[in-house]
């Protein structure tokens, strides 16, 4: 394998998957990665652009920004591109008043979304409200719809929590295309859509940017595919089969985000 | 495909087919003595797995359909005879009321799942404790994949979903011991020396009655009442042998045309 200076050659901007990379959710909140708030602190410092770009869908932005000011991360929401305000552009742009199937965390994100007389259906990190009914609603409002659209905000098979690994809301979109025989449209990561998105705003180009997160597929493969490089961190939802995946190669693998940003400002172009 | 052969065996679904929960359809019970005045075997062969069997019987008894046990073939018989012969602790996700047809499995400290149609199981928590499991590489036994079903409000999510969803988060497929799985059918036949191109399939699913039978070699019939919804004969190639408005016109249909 080439040397790191030669995998991370020309990089000027890094985009940073939140959870399982910052901190990992739970009880309380949850907790940091340990070296993940001074790594942070010493990338922002740094000439590299940095924005965080999150596939969260259980809470707000402004919610998801709070915790991690309390956990000490120096990160504003304006510097966080999450799927929710992507999804409502969407909703506006195509006229579409959801029924949601979302945590009460992330539901004022969509304050100003009409969601009477619902033609769609916007499914999210639920958690605990993925109960049976609730997907059984999601359900109904689909099978009505002459036209059923169904936008996923991601599609993450599961994430970590301190307590373990836990569903993630990709498992309960496929429940509903499975069900209705539709396909979903994902809103966040993987979709080259998001990935550009996070880009623009950053004013990097694709082969400028690299994408560190816990995601062999969500993070890596779909950063890769958008002409990105991408590092995968050892914590959060990694598994040690991750480094053997079928289909998806990262760039580099590191033990945590402190130590990809110890490479990145290591081997930056001076 | 073999050469169809004279009609032997008739099997059928029964919620959505023979009855609608707790109503027949109608004219269901006659038309099923005339079927047993000819020559047929018949077996009904279900998916309901909220419900072991005795409480299937007790159902049909109490409906007045002329019905003994041992013609009676269910995804939970067959999900237990699977657990057996893996030699498995399963964590059944299956509704309380099918808990007798495990009875002696043992189930303390899991090492498979076993997941039918639990609406009152289908939470996020213990979901998730399924989902841990299958990571451990724990086998995940579907007693059936049915994406929805028909009750007295509307359409409801079948356990197909939720085993979908177990699937795609722990990337691995869960063998499935109900409808339309080829085993299902063969099993459900087993014991009536028919072949299944002497048999015929009478259900309102189209994809896990008719199109699984058809799979097999047997001919399927789907019928207009329960869950059908227009057009759901296009949903299979090919289409159903025959699309009629209920059992009862299955049945004339058979004993005019296939004897």
Known sequence: MATWSERLAGVRGVLLDISGVLYDSGAGGGVPIPGSVEAVARLKQSQLKVRFCTNESQRSRGKLVGLLQRLGFDISEGEVTAPAP?????????????HLLIHDEIRSEFDKIDTSNPNCVVIADACDAFSYKNMNKAFQVLMELENPVLISLGKG???????????DVGAYM???????????????????EFFQSALQVMGVEAHQAIMIGDDIVGDVGGAQRCGMRALQVRTGKFRPSDEHHPEVKADGYVDNLAEAVDLLLQHLDK | ?????????????????????DAAVPGAQEALKRLRGSSVVVRFVTNTTKESKQDLLERLKKLEFDISEDEIFTSLTAARSLVEQKQVRPMLLVDDRALP??????????NAVVIGLAPEHF?????????RLLLDGAPLIAIHKARY????DGLALGPGPFVTALEYATDTKATVVGKPEKTFFLEALRGTGCEPEEAVMIGDDCRDDVGGAQNVGMLG???????????????INPSPYLTCESFPHAVDHILQHLL
């Open chain 2, 1 to 21: 495909m073999a050469a169809r052969r004279a009609l032997k065996a008739v099997l059928v679904d029964l919620n959505g087919t023979l009855h609608i929960e």
């Open chain 1, 86 to 98: 992507a999804a409502c552009q969407i909703l506006k742009e195509r006229g579409l008043r959801p």
């Open chain 1, 174 to 192: 496929k429940a509903l295309e499975y069900a209705c025989g539709v396909e979903a449209e994902v809103v966040g990561k993987p979709s080259p």
């Open chain 2, 221 to 235: 019939i789907l019928v207009k009442t329960g869950k059908y919804r227009a057009a759901d004969e296009e949903k």
């Open chain 2, 123 to 131: 939470h996020y928590q213990i979901l998730n404790q399924a989902f």
């Open chain 1, 157 to 167: 098979r599961y994430y970590k929590e301190t307590s373990g690994l836990m569903l």
């Open chain 2, 149 to 152: 079903y028909k009750r007295k």
């Open chain 2, 101 to 110: 047809d495990f009875k002696g499995i043992h189930t303390n400290d899991p």
